[in-house]
Structures are given as C-alpha cells and as structure tokens.
C-alpha cells in the first residue's frame, strides 16, 4: 500500500525513532510497514472512513486511558447542572466541516484591546507560544487597539469592574477587520467584559463559525503581585485562550472526560478543569489541524517546562510513553504474526 500522506510519513518518521531505541540491545531490526498497523496510524485529514476513526480513537483513549479521567457529576453551580449539553462526537465533528486551517486561512491573529502592562505583555506572547504548540498553527501578535474604539454606551460599570461589551467587541470591532488569512482571530482585554445587559460578565465570548472571539484576564488576579499570582494569571490565561480556540475550530463543551473543553460557570469550576485535551477531543486537534499527537506532546512537554510548570509537562512525557509503550505493544504482536 502506497504512503498516503506526508503525515503518514511523518508519523512512521516517529515510530522508526521509536523503534531505533528499542533496537539498541534488543532485537537487532523492524521491518516497516503499515500493514496490520492501520489503527496506531492516524486518519488524514482525506480519510474519514469511520472504521479507521473508532480503530484510531481506540487506540488514543485505551493508551492514555490512566492519565484521563471520566467527568465528574455536576453539583449545583456547576456549568454542566445548569446547561444540558450533549457533548460531540468524533463523527459529529466531522460531519460539520469545522473551522480550521486551509491553504488561504492558516493564522491565528492574537489582539490585545487596552493598555497592557509589560507583565500582561509577556503573558500575551506565552499565550502566542502556547496557542503554537496546542494547536499546531501559526500565531501572530498585532499591535494592540485604544479601549477608545469602544463607544461609551458601548461600556458599563457593573459591580466594581469597568466592562465592555463583547458582542460589540465581535461583531463591529473584530469581524470588520478580520485578516484575510485568519483561521481565527482572537481579541484579549485586561478590561472585564459582558455579552448582554442581563449577564454580570463571562471570560470569554466566541463564534463558532465567523473565527472571532474575545478573552478577558480581568478577573485572573493581578501578575504584579507576586510569582504565585504571575503563575496563576498565567495559567488561568492559557487555559481559556486554549478553551476558546477550540471552540473557535468548532469544538463544543466536552461532556465525557475531565477536559480543558469543559464549561465552566465560575472561576473555581475553570481552575479545577485540566489545561489538557481528553482523548477524543485530541483526536480532534490532531485531525482537523492536522498534527500527530506524539509531535504536539513533545512541543507541550517542552514549552511548560520552559516556564517551569513540572507537573504539566510530566504530563505531556507520560502522554509520549504511554502512546510509545502502546505502538511498541501492537508493533511486537504485528511482527510476531508475521514471522
Ligand atoms: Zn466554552
Ligand atoms: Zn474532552
């Protein structure tokens, strides 16, 4: 059978750096090749035939099955007790043809609204960083827009935050402006934001079809304060922009897993959720932006060590094992069947 793919290149590249280290002492030599493999192998972006998805999604969740776990039962307050979301499958996903990258919208343009402080600056670039490696695409920085874009009754002062409306915010200062090649376009304020008269505030707002979308840190604590604080800013910050995107590449709340795709009705239901992706929904970042997810966890593991959050990135190696320990598994039982 004919390679398909430069991603199917690209991920037997992975398996025979794999398999090279398993060889030293070991066995002596792998012959490669894909036969009896299809289910370690990841679909194509071209290939959606949903037996290779399910042999795919397998594989995914029965390797990283100990590092994941089932979502917990909502309490009230919590945003899944009072929203009765059906999640979304692999197949649903697809079957909505989402936003994603084509060879005309391959950027994420990253927008500060207001005066950012050299701290909130430094954030907005890790969050760049971030957004690089979670979703394999390239991210760019624009220079930031005056609050004073925002007409006055375009703004409120609502128990003690001075805030901006969202809604005008996409509709009349993103989407007019939205660069030709944006896959999304994704606006940051330090300012707190509602979307409607009748809501105290939300974190973020975005579309899930017109690729804009605004984020607020208003309420992620002050980074000046001190390098907890910095940390926890931070972390809240990368945790929504992840959030956000997906939603932007048309990934609704996740139901089935603990899950950075969760919703969250409040800042304590947010920090409880994981900064990672569940399996399926990975399944869902790897296809749609099409990236292997030993790839995207090498980049992750390498960018939350760099800013010194251990257990992420631990995270990322176990993911790398665990996936490596499976294919191994099924490359040993292939070869045995052939001999
Ligand atoms: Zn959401
Ligand atoms: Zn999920």
Redesign the pocket.
């Known amino acids: 059978m004919p390679i398909k793919s430069s991603k199917f290149k690209g991920r037997l590249k992975a398996m025979a750096i794999l398999f090279i280290g398993i060889a030293i002492g070991a066995v002596g030599h792998y012959v490669y090749s894909n036969k009896g493999l299809e289910d370690i192998l990841p679909p194509s972006k071209a290939e959606i035939e949903t037996q290779q998805f399910k042999n795919y999604l397998n594989f995914l969740e029965s390797s990283l099955d100990s590092l994941h776990q089932i979502k917990s039962n909502p309490v009230p307050g919590d945003w899944l007790y009072s929203h009765d979301e059906a999640g979304q499958t692999m197949a649903q996903y697809v079957k909505i043809k989402p936003v994603g990258k084509t060879p005309e919208r391959f950027k994420v343009y990253i927008q500060s609204l207001g005066e950012f402080d050299a701290t909130e600056k430094a954030i907005l670039i890790l969050t760049a960083d971030y957004l690089r490696s979670f979703y394999n695409i390239h991210v760019e920085i624009l220079d930031p827009i005056p609050v004073s874009i925002m007409p006055m009754d375009q703004q409120r002062d609502h128990q003690g935050y001075h805030q901006l409306n969202a809604r005008y915010i996409l509709n009349e200062v993103l989407k007019p402006a939205l660069p030709k090649d944006a896959a999304a376009y994704m606006a940051f304020t330090n300012l707190d934001i509602y979307p409607s008269e009748d809501y105290n505030f939300v974190f ?1 707002l ?1 579309s899930l079809k017109n690729r804009v979308g605004v984020y607020s840190i208003a309420r992620f604590g002050d980074p000046n304060f001190s390098r907890d604080a910095y940390n926890q800013c931070l972390s809240r910050t990368l945790k929504v922009a992840a ?2 995107l ?2 932007m590449f048309s990934i609704k ?1 996740c139901v089935e897993y603990e899950c950075v ?4 009705n409040h800042l304590e239901e947010s920090d409880f959720k994981p900064q990672y992706l569940c399996p399926k929904d990975l399944f869902k970042v790897c296809w749609n932006l099409e990236t292997d997810e030993l790839y995207r966890f090498n980049n992750l593991a390498n960018f939350w060590q760099q800013i010194g959050f251990e257990d992420n990135a631990n995270f990322y190696r176990k993911s790398i094992l665990l996936i490596e320990q499976e294919q191994n598994e099924k490359n040993k039982k292939f070869n045995q069947k052939d001999i």
């Open positions: 973020g975005g959030h956000e997906g939603h709340h795709m969760n919703g969250s």
